[in-house]
Structure formats: structure tokens, C-alpha cells
């Protein structure tokens, strides 16, 4: 005898099909190897991805008039080392910097440094908001240079999640 319950069609005595718990558990396991694959590899390709930004946006500034950040990082390295370095030494500065944490972190052996030197670059990529807010911020809103610089929330929320992985040691008590 069948009947209908809420769970669907159900022979007496058993409580769903076959059919349709196969389907549920099919989509389960898919959705477990999903996981697992996301787990395993989400990380890496968000390291490599980071890293490679880093690569390409620090070769920019090797080659003159490449960036468009060019008087934006002169500028800025002035203001930081109390005039000391500006011009196109700060400029391979950048690019010898951003390059470097991005190959670090690509080769993900040396991950941990690549973020240290990705945490100092990141002083120099963030002092524009304290030091140029007027060329960030129009009336209007952001500008252009404002936008390229408010972006880099996203690259450091992604150092963040890859520092959550490759750091050592034991995780805080609570």
C-alpha cells in the first residue's frame, strides 16, 4: 500500500522513497566535496592572486609614467621620510616593495614574510587618506585616484584571511 505524507510518497512501512533520499544524500555529497575542495585550495588561489596584484601593480612603477599613482607615491614618500626620498627613488622604492611581497607570497614557502613586507607596504598604500584627503575627496564624492586608493580594504581583508592560514603558533584562548 502507498501512502502520501508530508515527506512525499511512502510505501507502508518505509518512511521515504528511495529515490528521493538518494537525491538529497547525492546532493549533500556534492556539496561536502564542494567544501572540501574550497577548503583545500580557496586559500592558495587567494594567495597567488594577492601576490600576482602586487607583482603587477609594483611593476608599474618600474617603468616611468606606467602608473598613474606616480605624484601619489612621490608625494607620499616625501611626507614619510620628511623629505628624504621622493622622486624616482621612491618610486622603485614602491616597486621593489609591492614586488617583492608579491613574489613572496605567489611562492607561498615564503608567505609569512611576503605579508610582513605587505604590511609595510600597506602603511605607504593607506597614508594617502591622512595625508592627500583632498585629492581623494571631492564634493562630488571619491575621485578616481580616491577609488583606486579605497580598493586596498579589499587586498587587506584578503591578507588578513590568507594570514589566518599561514601563521604559526597556537590560536588565542578564549
Known amino acids: 500500500m502507498t501512502t502520501i505524507s508530508a515527506h512525499g510518497l511512502t510505501q507502508a512501512g518505509t518512511r521515504r522513497s528511495a529515490g528521493h533520499r538518494s537525491l538529497a544524500a547525492r546532493f549533500a555529497d556534492a556539496e561536502g566535496a564542494l567544501k572540501a575542495f574550497l577548503e583545500r585550495w580557496s586559500i592558495p588561489a587567494l594567495r597567488v592572486v594577492l601576490g600576482a596584484v602586487f607583482v603587477v601593480f609594483g611593476a608599474l612603477k618600474f617603468i616611468p609614467g606606467a602608473s598613474p599613482l606616480e605624484p601619489l607615491v612621490e608625494a607620499t614618500w616625501g611626507v614619510l621620510t ?7 627613488l621612491a618610486l622603485v622604492l614602491t616597486a621593489v616593495i609591492e614586488t617583492t611581497a608579491g613574489l613572496l607570497l605567489i611562492s607561498g614557502r615564503f608567505a609569512r614574510l ?24 571631492s564634493v562630488d564624492g571619491p575621485t578616481l585616484l580616491g577609488q583606486y586608493v579605497a580598493k586596498n580594504v579589499v587586498l587587506i581583508a584578503a591578507a ?15
Open 160 to 174: 588578513l584571511v590568507i594570514a589566518s592560514r599561514v601563521l604559526r603558533g597556537r590560536a588565542g584562548t578564549q
Open 82 to 88: 620628511f623629505g628624504l626620498v621622493g622622486g624616482q
Open 114 to 137: 611576503g605579508l610582513v613586507v605587505l604590511a609595510v607596504a600597506f602603511v605607504g598604500i593607506l597614508s594617502p587618506i591622512v595625508f592627500f584627503t583632498d585629492q581623494l575627496v
